[in-house]
């Protein structure tokens, strides 16, 4: 199993930018596909951004593509968020998630999640 744990969320004014950062423990994540899926109050859960298990292939939301970048560090057992030109519409809580890959992408089942972190985008 592996344990995941998200950090970098915080209060932004809109138009600034974060990092959000996914540290893994208990299983090396090059076994995995990773991503970000968000969820904001009443709305239902959007994955947002997606990685391959070396890097080679990305996934984006269209409501983020050429704002948000994924990466991971593998050697490291990290996952990155870095989101840019942040929106109101982008407030919600982003949870890091690990799966074994279907098409080169993270999927929302049988997946390890962590337990999120908040990201709030005043206007």
């Known amino acids: 199993q592996v344990q995941l744990v998200e950090s970098g969320g915080g209060s932004v004014q809109a138009g600034g930018s974060l990092r959000l950062s996914c540290a893994a423990s208990?299983?090396?994540?090059?076994?995995?596909?990773m991503g970000w899926f968000r969820q904001a109050p009443g709305k239902e859960r959007e994955k947002v951004a997606s990685?391959?298990?070396?890097?080679?292939?990305?996934y984006f939301a269209d409501s983020v593509k050429g704002r948000f970048t994924i990466s991971r560090d593998n050697a490291k057992n990290m996952m990155y968020l870095q989101m840019n030109n942040l929106k109101p519409e982008d407030t919600a809580m982003y949870y890091c998630?690990?799966?074994?890959?279907?098409?080169?992408?993270?999927?929302?089942?049988?997946?390890?999640w962590g337990q999120g972190t908040q990201v709030t985008v005043s206007s």
């Open positions: 998630a690990a799966s074994l890959c279907r098409s080169g992408m993270v999927t929302a089942d049988d997946t390890y």
């Open positions: 990685i391959s298990r070396y890097g080679g292939s990305t």
């Open positions: 208990g299983d090396t994540i090059s076994t995995y596909c």
